[in-house]
Structures are given as C-alpha cells and as structure tokens.
C-alpha cells in the first residue's frame, strides 16, 4: 500500500466529499438575492469536487431535483423566492449533489410547519434508503427524532448521558434525564403538567459542578453523583447511560 500526502486543502475536500450538512434554516434560504442560483447552488459540488463535466453535471442535478421532488423550472430562481420547506429540499439537493456518505442533518425540519415536517421526515427516509445514507440526525424534538432514528445519544451539558436503540431509549430510558424528556414531551390523552419543579436548578457552564452534572435536578442522585462523574456504561442489552443510579 502507497500512502500520499494531502495538503490541508484537500483533505477538507475530501471530507466534505464524504460528509455533508443540512442546517434547521438552510444558508442558501439567507444566500443574498441576485447571487446564484439554484443551479449553481447545485452544479457547485459536482464542479469542485468531482470535475464532472457540464453534460454529466446536467443529468445528474436532474436526478437529485427527481429524488427530493422538485421541479426543473427552480434551477433559474434565486433562494430567496422559495419557502421553507422548498428551501429545506434544496440544502438537502445540494448536500446529495457532493454524493456523501453521511449526511449531518443539523435540526432539519425545526423551522417549518407540522405538515411540512411530515414531508421532510419521508422524503429523508426514502433518500436514505435510495442513496444509502447514514445520517446523524441532531433535533430537539424527540417525536421527530424517535420517527427518524436507528440509534439515539442523548446529552447533558455537552456529554452523551444515554445511547441505546431508539426503540429501547424512548421504551424504558436508563438515564433520569432520558425520562425528564420523554415526560416533557406532548402526548395524546395525558394531561400538560410540568416535568419538574420550578425550583429546578441548572448547571453554570462557567462554573461546572463536580460529579454528575445533571445531579441537582435528579430525583435519584445521591452523595456519589455529586462526588464522581458517572461513565457511560452498558447497563444491558447495549443500553448505555452515564449513571452511578440508573432508571428502570
């Protein structure tokens, strides 16, 4: 095996070949009127990272506007003209065009209307099975996230608390702060009531707590969790939390 050097240059064009982004309100819905297009929005990728040339780049943004439903006629419309859910199509045509691997989808559907999110939601499904993706899928909205995911990680002051299969998280959560959330969420038949006291006290980010960040506001914490930062363990059947006292 011969290994070549890369220029820092090229190793992000490399990375970006393999990874790319889709943001909750996509850059090219602020990209100021009159600068590019659509289809140079689209043709951008296909230019520079894989010098694909201007008959192949043709077909090819073709078949990503087929694939997340939109038209032809888009191409010589400027980003500003689209709604949200339009725009949120073409970040993820765009993001498609660099044919990655992995797509990061940066809250996705936070800034758009109920139905809307529905559509999104089916359209990623449907582009990851038809472009093989994997995606990593960041969201506060746990309905969202429970529709979308295989596998979920929680975190709690910048640290993952919980990482279990999504059926297993949102079942029987392991980590107290898993189940703070799943209480906060809206359900169907049960009653609004707040999760926690209004007491309820959150860490300083300037001045971390030792221990178990999430400590002063659970029910189960003990002298231990505000000593010793938990790990992150397996707690059975690849369900794992970073707690001294586990849910469940």
Request: with cysteine.
């Amino acid at each position: 095996m011969t290994l070549i050097p890369l220029s820092r240059r090229m190793v992000g064009v490399l990375a970006f070949a393999a990874l790319s982004v889709s943001l909750a309100l996509p850059a090219i819905a602020r990209t100021p009127p009159g600068v590019l297009v659509v289809g140079q929005i689209l043709e951008a990728p296909l230019k520079l990272l894989h010098a694909m040339p201007a008959d192949k780049r043709a077909a090819r943004i073709d078949g990503i506007l087929d694939a997340v439903n939109l038209h032809a006629e888009f191409l010589d419309r400027y980003p500003h003209e689209f709604s949200g859910g339009q725009a949120q199509r073409i970040a993820i045509a765009r993001a498609l065009a660099a044919a990655p691997r992995i797509l990061v989808l940066d809250e996705p559907v936070s800034a758009l209307d109920v139905s809307m999110q529905a559509q999104v939601v089916n359209l990623l499904a449907r582009l990851k099975d038809a472009f093989d993706l994997t995606y990593v899928f960041i969201s506060h909205d746990l309905a969202v996230v429970e529709a979308v995911a295989d596998r979920v990680a929680v975190m709690y002051f910048g640290r993952i608390v919980e990482l279990a299969p999504a059926r297993q998280i949102f079942a029987h959560p392991r980590h107290h702060y898993t189940a703070l959330l799943a209480r906060s969420a809206p359900a169907v038949g049960r009653p609004l009531a707040a999760p926690e006291g209004a007491d309820a006290e959150l860490p300083d980010p300037q001045n971390p707590p030792r221990g178990c960040a999430f400590a002063k506001r659970c029910p189960a914490a003990t002298d231990v969790c505000r000593r010793v930062e938990p790990p992150l363990e397996d707690k059975g059947s690849a369900q794992y939390a970073a707690c001294h006292h586990p849910a469940g």
